[in-house]
């Protein structure tokens, strides 16, 4: 079983940072792509950032420029740094892992965590 544990989300004013960090664990043979995403009150969930084990990125249009996506592939981690946040990045942020493990790849999915910036 393979799990994936969230942490770093919080409360911050408007022009603040904050950095997310998941970590995946369990029997795990090799991860392919993480990523970020989010899902806003009302609203449908989206990607944010996504890496692959290359360290190829990718990010959506209204994050370009204010985060950034790394992971550390020895731990099994991934990050996202988020700066110059704005009331409009207020979700639940959620990261998501290509797993293999033994012969079965699947896309797994932490719980979630909350990152609310104030006005």
């Known amino acids: 079983q393979v799990q994936l544990v969230e942490s770093g989300g919080g409360l911050v004013q408007a022009g603040g940072s904050l950095r997310l960090s998941c970590a995946a664990s369990?029997?795990?043979?090799?991860?392919?792509?993480m990523g970020w995403y989010r899902q806003a009150a009302g609203k449908q969930q989206e990607l944010v950032a996504s890496?692959?084990?290359?360290?190829?990125?990718n990010y959506a249009d209204s994050v370009k420029g204010r985060f950034t996506i790394s992971r550390d592939n020895a731990k099994k981690t991934v990050y996202l740094q988020m700066n110059s946040l704005k009331p409009e990045d207020t979700a639940v942020y959620y990261c998501?892992?290509?797993?293999?493990?033994?012969?079965?790849?699947?896309?797994?999915w932490g719980q979630g965590t909350q990152v609310t910036v104030s006005s």
């Open positions: 369990g029997t795990i043979t090799s991860i392919n792509t």
């Open positions: 998501s892992a290509d797993c293999v493990s033994g012969v079965v790849r699947y896309d797994y």
């Open positions: 890496i692959t084990r290359a360290g190829s990125t």
